[in-house]
């Protein structure tokens, strides 16, 4: 197919409640929506997953819209594609950058489903089966206990908790022991260093299925020494943004498990690519979120769907984040769950209904 329109599309909504981490208070969410379309009028839909400020990763909205619009979508624009792995080949010339390059690049994974006529999650070769779901509570300590019980009455049978050394252990243990049959995640969100490290050996035991990134994203050593002393899993999130990475905490011993986020490895080729190595080397995997509306959240649930990818991840409803999410049906938790569409390509109609640009 020829790829003959890229559209791109700024969405702005308020959170239902402030999301807190040790890193930064989110209370809005800024996000870019592309659109593809091929020569036969067929539309893919891709997100990009840049906050608006570089407080969690150096690219942003507006770092990516830059180089959507002046670097990306000249080099796609009339590029007549095979398969969609090529559109990896066409942005080779470009450094750096992924969150932008995802953004496209999932698009066209969508648009080639919808080609051929089947579901992205069946196109790559995932298990038809409902994706256990999982929330995420990142609020003040006071909060926590609250955060959890809705959790488990919404359904949910994973929870992870946002950590710092400063975290009341206690309480946590407590709240977990509460919930026998539900898995916690912790996230420390690189909170920690080596002064704190008597704090993040105090985690073990309080019940946590693994500690999501305890220290700074370059710290190998560190984390492969929590991993040799701790007998919680280590599970590495801001650092793995390449393969490269990935083949790095592998070699250095540094991670348990993995957190997959296709928009920092820069889309779906990079993402399979990690699946298979951390497949090779039985690195556990789960697919991370970004508070972010529903086109990225379809795509993670086709990636969620692949073999070895066992753990359950950051899927919410999306009236759990949102008023109103930006694709038809919504994302609903079923026993847990969330079910995987059965319509080509990522499954969801983006459903814009928003004052600015109608058309979509
Ligand atoms: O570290 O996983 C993280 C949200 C924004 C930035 C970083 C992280 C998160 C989350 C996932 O914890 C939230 C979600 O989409 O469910
Ligand atoms: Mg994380």
Known sequence: LTISAIELKRINEPLKQAFKTSLQTVTERESLIIKVVSDEGLEGFGECIAFSTPWYTEETVTSCRFVIEHVLVPLLLDKTLENPSQVDEVFKAVKGNRMAKAAVETAVWDLFAKKRGMPLWQMLGGKDAPVPAGVVVAADEEKISDGVAAAFSAGYSRVKIKITPDSNIGLLKEIIARYPDMLFFADANGAFSE??????????????????????????????????????????????????????????????????????LGGWSETLKVVELCREHSIGMWVGGMIEFGVSKAHNLALASLPGITLPGDFSASRHFWERDIIAPEIRIENGKVALSKDAGIGYCVDWQREEGASW
């Open 195 to 264: 002064a704190s490290w008597e704090r993040l050996i105090a985690f073990d035991g309080a019940g946590f299925t693994l500690i999501e990134q305890p220290f700074a994203e370059q710290q190998w050593k560190l984390h492969a020494r929590a991993k040799r002393d701790m007998k919680t899993a280590i599970c590495l999130d801001e650092s793995i943004g390449s393969l490269a990475d990935a083949e790095r905490a592998i070699a250095e011993e540094a991670a348990d498990i993995l957190v997959l986020k296709m928009g920092r």
